[in-house]
């Protein structure tokens, strides 16, 4: 799906805002060469979403630094690569496979694709259960546990428990962050914990990952890149860490 013209100015403003204090009114108005009234209306739009708070002229951003963005916000960021990165890792997957559909923005990407395959699929936020609920050839399993506020991922002891109860073919891993070191992180201690069950319950291990999570990392290990089996990603990934990864035997994918 490629992005509308008020997507594509929402996602200049939180851009904008990860780099300033504050952006004005004014400002962004002649940076997307639009009218003051529609940056107005965009702003009240982000509002809403909770990606930021308008002020007096302009806006602040929501985020204090160091902070996992808000779902919507992520949404925003790099959403073009996110739909190209799920479209090529769900083509690696084959008809009647048994699927764990990670949480997050790109992982609700893929429940876009998967919902026109013939697949088993065990989704990991409710975000995806929503896109998957009504697709024909989907055999839709839920692991259960405890709806993560904001993210809608599925987390807690309830979904390990179940996950290490079952065996899939494949699992879509997304992530907060990736480094040949420092290994796949995430931000959140109990998202990581069922990041890893169903690492565990599957037979291989495809992430997807976008280029801005390779200059990022997060407090809560999930795994070494190791593990992962197959790499995802667009072409604005740096050559050096995909170098690193290709050098550990990983399967390399630029889209």
Do not use: W
Request: include cysteine; aromatic fraction near 2%; proline fraction near 3%.
């Amino acid at each position: 799906m490629s992005m509308g013209v008020a997507e594509t100015r929402h996602a200049e403003i939180v851009r904008a805002l990860k780099t300033s204090e504050l952006v004005t009114v004014v400002e962004l108005a002649q940076e997307l060469g639009t009218s003051e009234v529609t940056v107005r209306r965009d702003l009240a739009e982000l509002e809403q979403a909770g990606v930021l708070r308008r002020v007096r002229g302009g806006a602040v951003s929501t985020m204090l630094r160091g902070e996992e963005m808000p779902f919507a916000m992520r949404e925003l960021e790099r959403a073009e690569a996110k739909t190209r990165i799920a479209a090529a890792a769900v083509g690696l997957i084959g008809d009647g496979e048994s699927v764990v559909l990670d949480s997050g923005t790109t992982g609700s990407a893929a429940a876009h694709v998967l919902a026109s395959r013939r697949l088993t699929v065990v989704p990991l936020a409710v975000h995806a259960i929503t896109i998957l609920a009504g697709a024909p050839r989907v055999s839709l399993l839920l692991p259960g546990g405890t709806v993560r506020a904001g993210e809608t991922s599925l987390v807690g002891p309830m979904a390990e428990q179940n996950l290490s109860t079952l065996r899939f073919d494949t699992m879509l891993l997304t992530c907060c962050g990736l480094s040949p070191h420092r290994g796949v992180t995430a931000y959140d201690l109990q998202d990581a914990a069922v990041k890893r069950a169903a690492m565990a319950a599957s037979t291989r291990t495809i992430a997807m990952i976008d280029s801005s999570k390779f200059t990022r990392t997060a407090m809560a290990v999930v795994c070494a890149t190791s593990a992962i089996d197959v790499v995802v990603t667009d072409t604005d990934a740096p050559q050096d860490v995909l170098a690193a990864l290709s050098a550990e035997g990983i399967d390399v994918h630029r889209v």
